[in-house]
């Protein structure tokens, strides 16, 4: 089956500067990776996604890039702020099934 | 409006016992889900259901027991409940089973005493 393997599992940077988590992907056939946010005793919820047919996508602050041939990819956050504190989670889907990563506990300093 | 619901918010109960827990959406989605939050956050899949059809049964023991009456509610059934089930149980919707959107509900804390 698949497995995604996401680091870090924590990162703390300083408001305003930006925030890299990176996630490694075992299965050449997953073709959607999406990123989702948990804020502290909330639901995930889903900030961003790429298919495998797209190397890259930006939405605002956020940025999720795809390199299939090495099966990675990274969301990036640009200009930090504090709301951006949570958990972040990565996932890959493969035959219907999403498996997720393990979590990078972000924490934007003021 | 409260897309993907989820009832009880909170469980306590005692090793044994019998427990479920129910979840609707009100999106007008085929597919739902249950996923399993452990204590460190990992969130793992357990079941999903496409039109009430049952897709993807992972190793989950077959104590747990999911039931979708309709496409808009999927219940699961936990009998015998034991120490290690103590986690956040999150239901899910999307539109379909490929790459798709997941909206997930509120969560339920399950404390197993």
């Known amino acids: 089956g698949e497995n995604v393997e996401q680091h870090p599992s924590t990162l703390s940077v300083q408001e305003g500067d930006s925030a890299v988590i990176k996630c490694t992907y075992s299965?050449?056939?997953?073709?959607?990776f999406p990123w989702y946010k948990q804020e502290l005793g909330k639901r995930p919820q889903l900030i961003i996604d790429?298919?495998?047919?797209?190397g890259e996508k930006k939405d605002q602050r956020i940025a999720v890039t795809l390199n299939k041939t090495a099966k990675h990819f990274s969301l990036h956050i640009t200009e930090t702020q504090p709301e951006d504190s949570a958990v972040y989670f990565c996932?890959?889907?493969?035959?219907?099934?999403?498996?997720f990563g393990t979590g990078t506990r972000l924490t934007i300093i003021p | 409006d409260t897309a993907v619901s989820q009832t009880p918010k909170y469980l306590v109960t005692q090793m044994g016992n019998d427990k479920s827990i129910k979840c609707e959406q009100n999106?007008?989605?085929?597919?739902m889900y249950w996923y399993k939050q452990d204590s460190k956050k990992f969130l793992k899949i357990m079941f999903s259901?496409?039109?009430?059809?049952?897709?993807i049964n992972e190793t989950v023991p077959n104590r747990f027991s999911p039931k979708s009456p309709d496409k808009a509610h999927l219940n699961l059934h936990i009998n015998s409940l034991e120490l290690g089930d103590s986690a956040v149980y999150f239901c899910?919707?999307?539109?379909?089973?490929?790459?798709?959107?997941?909206?997930f509900g509120p969560g339920t804390r399950l404390t197993v005493t």
């Open positions: 899910a919707s999307s539109r379909g089973l490929l790459n798709y959107e997941q909206y």
């Open positions: 299965d050449s056939a997953s073709n959607y």
């Open positions: 790429i298919r495998s047919n797209v």
């Open positions: 996932a890959a889907n493969r035959n219907e099934k999403l498996t």
């Open positions: 999106l007008g989605h085929d597919t």
């Open positions: 259901y496409n039109n009430k059809e049952l897709i």
